[in-house]
């Protein structure tokens, strides 16, 4: 009974690395959010996803891309790091959109140095 | 767009005392959804808020829907230690079962 599971858990990355971050439910939810949690500033909707192969971008989009190839699976890329994506993210998902409550993820703390 | 404003942010209270925290929003989506988060770990839903009017209560907390007003009220009657927490209140981006925008927190502590 996992529930979303999120990997890393921790992560410092140099300037300018890469990274994928990987969120994966085992409840057969149609939706997947991508939000980042910043100090004084609640959760931002990075990317989402309402099925299979579809993504849309949220209110903060931008250094970041995101695939959906498998329905369990929703992976946040951060294509060349900035100390501005320092941050905590949230992974949630959703067995019909928001009416129907998010299930979110333990987290993934990333420091870009 | 939608935007989300909660008062207070940063809140301190006396066990035994009771307080509300208040939820603003600006959006033609009239649901309301109110969360917790504990420190250093992820959200748990507590209340999901759906029509004009609606009252949900779980022990100590009870959160309250006017969408006429826009505003969603979570009351804390006599609070204990336990009741610690972030409360985050969120809406739907827009009308339609969209992403949920969420506020900035109301952190709470519960003193002796």
């Known amino acids: 009974n996992a529930g979303v599971t999120q990997t890393p858990k921790f992560r410092v990355l140099k300037t300018g690395q890469s990274m994928t971050l990987l969120c994966a439910q085992d409840m057969n939810h149609e939706y997947m959010y991508w939000y980042r949690q910043d100090p004084g500033m609640g959760l931002r909707l990075i990317h989402y996803s309402v099925g299979e192969g579809t993504t849309a971008k949220g209110e903060v989009p931008d250094g970041y891309n995101v695939s959906r190839l498998k329905k369990q699976n929703f992976l946040l890329g951060l294509e060349s790091a900035a100390p501005s994506q320092t941050s905590v993210y949230f992974c949630?998902?959703?067995?019909?959109?928001?009416?129907?409550?998010?299930?979110f993820g333990s987290g993934t703390r990333l420091t870009v140095v | 767009e939608l935007k989300v404003e909660q008062n207070p942010l940063f809140l301190s209270m006396q066990e035994g005392k009771n307080y509300t925290i208040y939820c603003n929003y600006s959006t033609t989506s009239d649901r309301l959804y109110w969360y917790r988060q504990d420190p250093g770990k992820s959200l748990e839903s507590l209340f999901v808020l759906l029509s004009n009017g609606a009252v949900k209560q779980e022990g100590r907390l009870m959160a309250s829907l006017d969408t006429k007003a826009r505003l969603s009220t979570l009351h804390i009657t006599a609070a204990v230690h336990d009741l610690s927490a972030t409360y985050f209140c969120?809406?739907?981006?827009?009308?339609?079962?969209?992403?949920?925008?969420f506020g900035k927190g109301t952190r709470l502590s519960v003193i002796a």
């Open positions: 969120a809406g739907e981006r827009y009308s339609g079962n969209t992403p949920l925008v």
């Open positions: 949630a998902s959703s067995y019909g959109g928001s009416f129907y409550g998010y299930t």
